[in-house]
């Protein structure tokens, strides 16, 4: 299945000079939402992880389903102020802005290893962050899966230390 017919451009969204990857295209399609999970799951399939992580809100997408399939505990990665229990946090910077991340305290144990599963890694600044997340919560991320990368922002420079999958590359 060719993903790419399932993702549009929106031009100038959120600002002028972004191109969006909307991927609601590939969530309208059971087809296409089917085949990203399974697609998901055989690529880590031999990775050892404990948990999966889904950032705010597309992340939860395509974590949840996994986290279900594969019998893992699912952990959501917010913007502050939307988890009830008392968190930790990390700021940083995106590619049109910058943003903090918060974390249940409790979400990881010391040593947990995790995997982070998302839609889009364009600049690795999100995906970098919740790895500084999780490592002051004492656990570590092996690796992370997502839709689509957009190879010209060079994000996988900020992730040399996990594994890092995607079905499409722009």
């Known amino acids: 299945m060719n993903l790419k017919n399932y993702v549009r451009d929106i031009p100038d969204f959120p600002k002028e000079g972004i191109v969006f990857k909307d991927i609601t295209p590939a969530l309208k399609s059971p087809e296409a939402f089917k085949y990203t999970i399974d697609s998901f799951q055989e ?6 992880f404990d948990a999966i992580i889904g950032p705010e809100s597309r992340g939860f997408i395509y974590s949840t389903p996994m986290a279900y399939n594969l019998n893992k505990p699912f952990i959501p990665v917010r913007k502050p ?3 009830p229990a008392e968190t930790i946090s990390f700021s940083y910077d995106l590619e049109y802005g910058s943003g903090i991340l918060e974390m249940h305290k409790d979400a990881i144990s010391k040593g947990d290893k995790v995997i982070i599963v998302d839609d889009i890694l364009a600049t690795g600044g999100t995906t970098e962050a919740i790895i500084k997340l999780v490592e002051k919560a ?3 991320v092996v690796g992370a899966l997502f839709l689509a990368e957009l190879t010209s922002l060079n994000p996988r420079e900020k992730l040399t230390e996990i594994k890092v999958e995607s079905l499409i590359k722009y």
């Open 138 to 140: 004492g656990g570590k």
């Open 81 to 83: 102020g939307k988890l």
């Open 43 to 48: 690529l880590v399939k031999d990775w050892d």
